[in-house]
C-alpha cells in the first residue's frame, strides 16, 4: 500500500518568513495530493490540492509543488502569518475512488 | 458548500457502553465515507471505508465486530464502538466524499471511556 513521509515534524518561523513542508510517497499510481490544514480539536480542512498533470499550483499564499518522477510533493506558504500556525498533513490517492494515505502531520508555528 | 456534521462531538462513558457516533454529509450525497481514528498529536488513521448500501472495508488491524460501521443511506454513516474500555479512548473523525471529488470532514467524537 501507500506510504507518506512527511517531513519537518515541527517548524517554527517567525511572522512573514516563508514555511515549506516535504512529503514523499511511495505509490506511483498515486495521482492526488491534497493538503490539509487542522487546528487543535478541529476538523482537518483541505487547503490546497493538486492532481499529477501539473507540477505547480498556487492559491494566494499557498502553494504545491509536485515531483512524479521523484514522487516527492511540497506545500510552501509565503508571508507566514499567526493565524497559520497548526498543523498540516499532506496526502496521497491513486485518485477516484480510492483511499486517502496521510502523512504524519507538522505542526507548524508563526511567532508574532 | 460540502459541510459534514458529526456528533455527539464529546462522549464520556464507563467502561463495557456502547457509544454510536454518526456523521451526516448535509448538502451533498456521501457515496463514500471513512471513519479515521487521531491520537494526541498524530496523524489520521484509517479505520475503515463504507459505500452506502454496502458493507464497509476494514483496515489491517481495525475488528470490525468492535467498530460496527453502519452507512444505510446516502447522508448518513454510524460508527458504533461495542464495549468499549478505556484503550478505545480516542478522537475520532469521519469524512464523506461524493464519488471521486475531494472529502470533507466532520468535527470529530473525543471518546473518552472510563
Known amino acids: 500500500g501507500e506510504n507518506v513521509e512527511q517531513h519537518p515534524s515541527t517548524l517554527s518561523v517567525q511572522e512573514g518568513d516563508s514555511a515549506v513542508i516535504k512529503c514523499t510517497y511511495s505509490d506511483s499510481a498515486s495521482n492526488y495530493f491534497p493538503w490539509y490544514k487542522q487546528e487543535l480539536g478541529k476538523r482537518p480542512q483541505l487547503i490546497i490540492d493538486i492532481r499529477s498533470n501539473v507540477g505547480e499550483k498556487k492559491d494566494q499564499r499557498i502553494a504545491v509543488t509536485l515531483n512524479k518522477t521523484a514522487k516527492h510533493f511540497s506545500l510552501h506558504i509565503t508571508e507566514t502569518q499567526p493565524e497559520d500556525s497548526a498543523v498540516y498533513f499532506c496526502a496521497a490517492s491513486p485518485g477516484g475512488y480510492q483511499k486517502v494515505t496521510f502523512g504524519t502531520g507538522t505542526k507548524l508555528q508563526v511567532i508574532p | 458548500g460540502a459541510v459534514v456534521s458529526q456528533h455527539p462531538s464529546w462522549v464520556i462513558c464507563k467502561s463495557g457502553t456502547s457509544v454510536k457516533i454518526e456523521c451526516r454529509s448535509l448538502?451533498?450525497?456521501?457515496?463514500?465515507m471513512f471513519w479515521y481514528r487521531q491520537f494526541p498529536k498524530q496523524s489520521l488513521m484509517l479505520m475503515a471505508t463504507?459505500?452506502?448500501?454496502?458493507?464497509?472495508?476494514?483496515e489491517q488491524g481495525v475488528e470490525k465486530d468492535k467498530f460496527l460501521i453502519n452507512h444505510a443511506s446516502l447522508t448518513l454513516s454510524t460508527l458504533t464502538v461495542t464495549s468499549a474500555h478505556p484503550e478505545d479512548s480516542s478522537f475520532y473523525i469521519c469524512?464523506?466524499?461524493?464519488?471521486?471529488?475531494?472529502?470533507?470532514f466532520g468535527d470529530g467524537t473525543r471518546l473518552s471511556i472510563l
Open positions: 463504507s459505500n452506502e448500501g454496502s458493507k464497509a472495508t476494514y
Open positions: 448538502d451533498f450525497q456521501a457515496t463514500t
Open positions: 469524512s464523506a466524499r461524493d464519488g471521486g471529488k475531494p472529502q470533507h
